[in-house]
């Protein structure tokens, strides 16, 4: 069985701070990770997804996330935040034919 | 950008209502999925859908509910009698390849929020 927790439900950054967002996951197979960003009223925007290549993933704005299988992790981050960054980041595992996600992680950047 | 597109954006039901929500997928995705979200809680799977035919299901995915690519184009889901807890926003997603591949992206829509009084 597949699961994801992503360990924070609210972060809240000053503008041109890091973000971390943290997200834990576990898996019986190799699994695919994703990031994916939803902005009031828009649909889930995919960030970047893990595949089994670089344990390093760089996405989209600037974001990247880090595979660290031994810590069963899939972290966010993003050097500095910019306002538009304000939305809700949901984690997802997929290893077989569906994806579980995250409950999402709030982020609220301050200016 | 290709889209998934997604009517209505809000719908007022009464209980025991049926409803139809509509999706319109990326034209070259083969494989859909309908997801729910209840206020407050996790994106949930409710079901996959390929060549015609249903893949994978959850098991909220009960009699009440169906699925259906009437002309193509379309895809939609049906809650044949709406209850309270159906209430919720409702994501349809598309993609090329599926899940089991790996490389998959699933391509989403806006979401469909049904509100049942």
């Known amino acids: 069985a597949q699961s994801v927790t992503q360990l924070d439900s609210h972060v809240s950054v000053s503008e041109g701070t890091p973000v971390l967002l943290r997200c834990n996951y576990s898996?019986?197979?190799?699994?695919?990770l994703f990031w994916y960003v939803q902005h009031p009223n828009k649909g889930l925007q995919l960030l970047l997804k893990?595949?089994?290549?670089?344990?390093l993933v760089k996405g989209i704005n600037g974001f990247e996330a880090e595979f660290k299988k031994s810590e069963t992790s899939f972290h966010l981050t993003k050097p500095s935040a910019h306002m538009s960054d304000a939305a809700e980041y949901f984690c997802?595992?997929?290893?077989?034919?569906?994806?579980?996600f995250g409950a999402g992680t709030r982020l609220t950047v301050k200016p | 950008e290709p889209e998934v597109t997604q009517t209505p954006s809000h719908q007022v039901t009464q209980m025991g209502q049926e409803v139809i929500l509509r999706c319109v997928p990326i034209?070259?995705?083969?494989?859909f999925y309908w997801y729910r979200q209840i206020l407050g809680q996790k994106v949930e799977f409710l079901v996959s859908?390929?060549?015609?035919?249903?893949?994978?299901k959850s098991e909220i995915f009960d009699d009440q509910f169906s699925v259906e690519r009437p002309d193509g184009s379309n895809f939609t889901l049906k809650i044949r009698s709406t209850k309270l807890e159906d209430s919720a926003m409702y994501f349809c997603?598309?993609?090329?390849?599926?899940?089991?591949?790996?490389?998959?992206?699933?391509?989403f829509g806006a979401g469909s929020r049904l509100t049942v009084l």
């Open positions: 997603a598309s993609s090329e390849l599926a899940a089991i591949s790996g490389a998959n992206v699933l391509t």
């Open positions: 898996s019986s197979y190799s699994p695919s």
């Open positions: 893990y595949t089994s290549a670089a344990t």
């Open positions: 997802v595992v997929s290893d077989k034919n569906d994806m579980r």
């Open positions: 034209s070259n995705h083969l494989y």
């Open positions: 859908f390929y060549n015609n035919e249903i893949s994978e």
